[in-house]
């Protein structure tokens, strides 16, 4: 929920790796003459803010669908071409062991919580222990911000994949329409500066999960960008979601009742191993969160988790 960081070098590496992954040989001479190597970097490379005004060029070219999607993602089956493979898209998805591939992409972004929704893990797990062979257990799920379908022209476009949980990616957002000017983009935009987690009622006066609900308040005062936030969370179905996790929020009060100031004080003075640690470290122990807003895409919930604290005083 806070924008992905990228490089200009993850970009560079990203280009050179999957470039010749799109088949240009399906294309007439007309299309091959648009479609030069200096497109196809454009293409590859484009931010966010552009895909509109690079789509719309795209478009007047009128180029075959079919050919379209068999050039930027690929066949499903290891079909027989230039390259001697599949290609696309369906290449740079499937492991391998030292061509340029989604683990390689995944590995330098390094998010390790789907950044859609904060709840579920998406780290990347790759044995580089042996000498003979490196093992690719597990990454993220690459959602494509506009659908490869509609827009298969950005199926390799970096800025247009992005490390997501399944269950973000798969089951809750699909193919529903997307765009920049429609919704939070995680290279562009960051979800944590718009919205902050609450609570329907003061936790004051809740004792159990049917006294309150999980809600959102403003944190921002730009009409676009909370008029996206809201697209969001509608979209990837945030509050219902979040309404399971009232356990969570219960628990919080019950540390903001045993651990008032004093206690922490109590605990820095009192306590050989805390003596040399200040009260952020503790406090941020206590509440199993990282205080730093960077840090909010490392664990699932460290949002939610920081947002109520902060609005019990616990940080």
């Known amino acids: 929920m806070i924008k ?21 040989d399906v294309f007439s001479k007309k299309d091959k003459v648009y479609f ?34 068999l050039a930027f993602i690929g066949s499903q089956e290891k079909s027989k071409n230039k390259s001697g493979n599949f290609n696309g898209y369906n290449k740079f998805s499937t492991k ?14 390094n998010i390790n919580v789907c950044p859609y929704c904060n709840k579920n893990y998406t780290y990347t797990v ?13 990454r993220p ?32 957002k699909g193919s529903k329409p997307f765009s920049p000017e429609t919704h939070l983009h995680p290279y562009i935009d960051s979800f944590n ?44 179905v945030l509050l219902p979601q979040y309404n399971k996790h009232k356990d969570i929020v219960l628990e919080l009060k019950e540390k903001q009742e045993l651990y008032n100031q004093a206690s922490i004080s109590s605990i820095l003075s009192d306590t050989e191993v805390f003596r040399d640690r200040d009260e952020t470290y503790l ?15 490392k664990r699932p919930l460290s949002k939610l988790i920081k947002d109520i604290s902060e609005e019990l005083d616990l940080l």
């Open 141 to 172: 799920d690459i959602d494509h911000f506009l659908p490869k379908e509609t827009y298969p022209y950005f199926a390799l476009s970096i800025y247009n994949l992005i490390p997501s949980c399944l269950i973000c990616n798969r089951t809750i």
């Open 193 to 236: 500066d718009i919205h902050k987690f609450s609570t329907s009622k003061p936790l004051s006066m809740c004792n159990k999960a049917t006294d309150f609900d999980i809600t959102f308040d403003d944190a921002s005062d730009d009409a676009d960008l909370l008029k996206k936030a809201k697209n969001n969370i509608q979209d990837f």
């Open 96 to 109: 391998h062991e030292n061509e340029y591939r989604a683990y390689d992409l995944a590995e330098k972004l």
């Open 283 to 297: 406090k941020g122990l206590l509440m199993g969160t990282s205080l730093e807003d960077k840090d909010i895409n």
């Open 4 to 24: 992905i960081e990228i490089t200009e070098d993850i970009v560079e590496t990203f280009y050179n790796g999957v470039k010749d992954y799109i088949r240009l």
């Open 36 to 69: 030069t190597q200096e497109k196809i970097k454009e293409i590859i490379t484009c931010k966010p803010q552009n895909f509109s005004k690079l789509s719309d060029e795209i478009k007047t070219q009128i180029i075959n669908t079919k050919k379209m999607k």
């Open 126 to 138: 790759i044995d580089k222990s042996s000498k003979i062979k490196k093992k690719q257990y597990t």
